[in-house]
């Protein structure tokens, strides 16, 4: 906590000497309050969907079926104050502005069958479901918080576990959309092993990752479905701009160059 406020540690203790009580200046003040306000809000924000997810649970046991999807997804802005990024998971929201581009860009290349897998990035999940509410979209995640966004459409994936992901999801993939956590080659293999069990032989991947990562995407992904990969025209934004990687996103099929270029920014597009 005090990594977040300097000030604080120059505060003297009660026992040192001088007459003169502690104070912090308004500034210091300002920000307390702020984070405390903020820390509040997601907490409350995060209560009420476990509420709103145990009435779903209750309901199901009464009729005796299996969780549908929501009836209406939480906007981009709402998940954030929610669900707090977990930096030991290496989670970075993306913005909310792009990821509407994003949903757009992706709802241009699938149809009401399409099974979609969001692998490692819920804010795209989010985005795109706030947008759609697609019922074949399936976000697979470690972290088990993101269980209360849909029941049915969350699926538990571990990185180093990919033989855990369901039989019935298996070969069924028409369109991936993947984030890998980390920015290197042994997290880019095990992302493979899992899309090679979950891509149709007609699939599409799009990565968005580090452009660091380029010459492991042109080495690893070099075949379809899963590539060889192509750059996009969708410039990757995160929230408040605190990630100095640069981002980028490739497509696994050749026309993949042009995607994002005709998606427009406006707020209000339908």
């Known amino acids: 906590m005090l990594a977040d406020f300097p000030e604080l540690r120059d505060i003297p203790s009660p026992s040192s000497s001088g007459s003169s009580s502690p104070a912090l200046d308004s500034n210091t003040l300002a920000l307390l309050d702020d984070?405390?306000?903020?820390?509040a809000e997601e907490e409350q924000r995060f209560s009420d969907l476990v509420c709103a997810t145990h009435d779903l649970d209750v309901d199901d046991d009464e009729h005796d079926r299996k969780p549908s999807a929501p009836a209406r997804m939480m906007s981009v802005d709402e998940y954030r104050i929610?669900?707090?990024?977990?930096?030991?998971?290496?989670?970075?929201?993306?913005?909310?502005?792009?990821?509407?581009?994003?949903?757009?860009?992706?709802?241009?290349?699938?149809?009401?069958?399409?099974?979609i897998a969001f692998m490692c990035?819920?804010?795209?999940?989010?985005?795109?479901?706030?947008?759609?509410?697609?019922?074949?979209a399936r976000l697979l995640e470690v972290d088990p918080r993101f269980d209360l966004l849909a029941r049915s459409q969350f699926v538990r994936y571990d990185l180093y576990a990919p033989e855990k992901?369901?039989?019935?999801?298996r070969g069924t993939v028409g369109f991936a959309v993947v984030d890998p956590p980390?920015?290197?080659?042994?997290?880019?293999?095990k992302v493979i092993e899992a899309l090679k069990l979950l891509l149709a032989p007609n699939a599409k991947l799009l990565i968005l990752t580090g452009t660091s990562t380029e010459p492991i995407l042109e080495r690893l992904y070099n075949a379809p479905p899963l590539g060889p990969l192509v750059r996009t025209a969708l410039e990757v934004k995160h929230e408040g701009g605190r990630l100095s990687n640069d981002f980028g996103c490739w497509g696994s099929w050749p026309e993949s160059k042009d995607l994002g270029r005709d998606v427009s920014d406006d707020d209000d597009d339908p």
């Open 121 to 136: 990035c819920p804010t795209a999940y989010v985005g795109f479901q706030h947008e759609y509410l697609h019922p074949g």
């Open 182 to 189: 980390f920015l290197n080659e042994d997290t880019n293999a």
């Open 35 to 39: 984070f405390f306000s903020a820390k």
């Open 82 to 115: 929610a669900f707090g990024e977990d930096w030991q998971l290496s989670q970075f929201w993306y913005s909310a502005r792009f990821a509407r581009r994003l949903a757009r860009a992706i709802h241009s290349l699938v149809d009401p069958e399409t099974i």
């Open 165 to 169: 992901l369901p039989e019935d999801l």
